[in-house]
Nanobody, 119 residues
Framework: QVQLVESGGGLVQPGGSLRLSCAASGIIFSTYTMGWYRQAPGKQRDMVATITRGAMTTYADSGKGRFTISRDNAKNTMYLQMNSLKPEDTAVYYC?????????????WGQGTQVTVSS
């Protein structure tokens, strides 16, 4: 059974920092492209950052220079360091894993963790 469990969300003041974690089980973590997505109320789910199994990273413009995605394959865990947070970063943040299993695309999501940026 595949599980992606996010943690680290919460309430933070503008300009503050948070570090999100995504612990994966049930997959060969090192072979998956991992990503963070977010969804604000009434809006679509958008990509925040992704990291391939070779540790190549991609960021949405909204997070460039402020967010850093990383992964620790030994711990089956992905991270998102978020600095200089803004109210518009408020959303539910989701962990995503994409890989190929027996030639078929496998796509998994976590349950999400709430990030609220407010004074």
């Amino acid at each position: 059974q595949v599980q992606l469990v996010e943690s680290g969300g919460g309430l933070v003041q503008p300009g503050g920092s948070l570090r999100l974690s995504c612990a994966a089980s049930g997959i060969i973590f090192s072979t998956y492209t991992m990503g963070w997505y977010r969804q604000a109320p009434g809006k679509q789910r958008d990509m925040v950052a992704t990291i391939t199994r070779g540790a190549m990273t991609t960021y949405a413009d909204s997070g460039k220079g402020r967010f850093t995605i990383s992964r620790d394959n030994a711990k089956n865990t992905m991270y998102l360091q978020m600095n200089s947070l803004k109210p518009e970063d408020t959303a539910v943040y989701y962990c995503n894993a994409v890989g190929m299993v027996y030639g078929l695309r496998s796509d998994y999501w976590g349950q999400g963790t709430q990030v609220t940026v407010s004074s």
